[in-house]
């Protein structure tokens, strides 16, 4: 049982930049993020593959987050830049625990053996 942990969220102006991470108590493989703004569904915002080396990501964040990992550290990380007020949600990370396809279940929330609690962030305009 891996417990992922996130940090790095906060209040940040419009244009301002962020760095989430998430803390795995042991091994994970593919590695994701979702986000939750109030009155709206978890949607996801972008995955890795456990060597970082393929990603993918929701077309409202292209060009400006980027997904990245250190598998040595156990460590997840979504660098947010040229943040926009509709950015503002929750945001969870997501895990395997096992290796498998990044096929087109990667934004399905069902996938994924691990959840974090979540890190706030609100952007303000």
Same mark, same amino acid.
């Given at each position: &049982?891996?417990?992922?942990?996130?940090?790095?969220?906060?209040?940040?102006?419009?244009?301002?930049?962020?760095?989430?991470?998430?803390?795995?108590?042991?091994?994970?493989?593919?590695?994701?993020?979702?986000?939750?703004?109030?009155?709206?569904?978890?949607?996801?915002?972008?995955? *890795?593959?456990?060597?970082? *080396?393929?990603?993918?990501?929701?077309?409202?964040?292209?060009?400006?987050?980027?997904?990245?990992?250190?598998?040595?550290?156990?460590?997840?990380?979504?660098?947010?830049?040229?943040?926009?007020?509709?950015?503002?949600?929750?945001?969870?990370?997501?895990?395997?625990?096992?290796?498998?396809?990044?096929?087109?279940?990667?934004?399905?929330?069902?996938?994924?053996?691990?959840?974090?609690?979540?890190? &706030?962030? *609100?952007?303000?305009?």
């Amino acid at each position: &049982q891996v417990q992922l942990v996130e940090s790095g969220g906060g209040l940040v102006q419009a244009g301002g930049s962020l760095r989430l991470s998430c803390a795995a108590s042991g091994r994970t493989y593919a590695v994701a993020w979702f986000r939750q703004a109030p009155g709206k569904e978890r949607e996801f915002v972008t995955v *890795t593959n456990w060597s970082g *080396t393929t990603t993918y990501s929701a077309d409202f964040v292209k060009g400006r987050f980027t997904i990245s990992r250190d598998n040595a550290q156990n460590t997840a990380y979504l660098q947010m830049n040229s943040l926009k007020p509709e950015d503002t949600a929750v945001y969870y990370c997501a895990a395997d625990s096992q290796p498998r396809p990044l096929s087109g279940n990667f934004i399905n929330t069902g996938r994924y053996d691990y959840w974090g609690r979540g890190t &706030q962030v *609100t952007v303000s305009s």
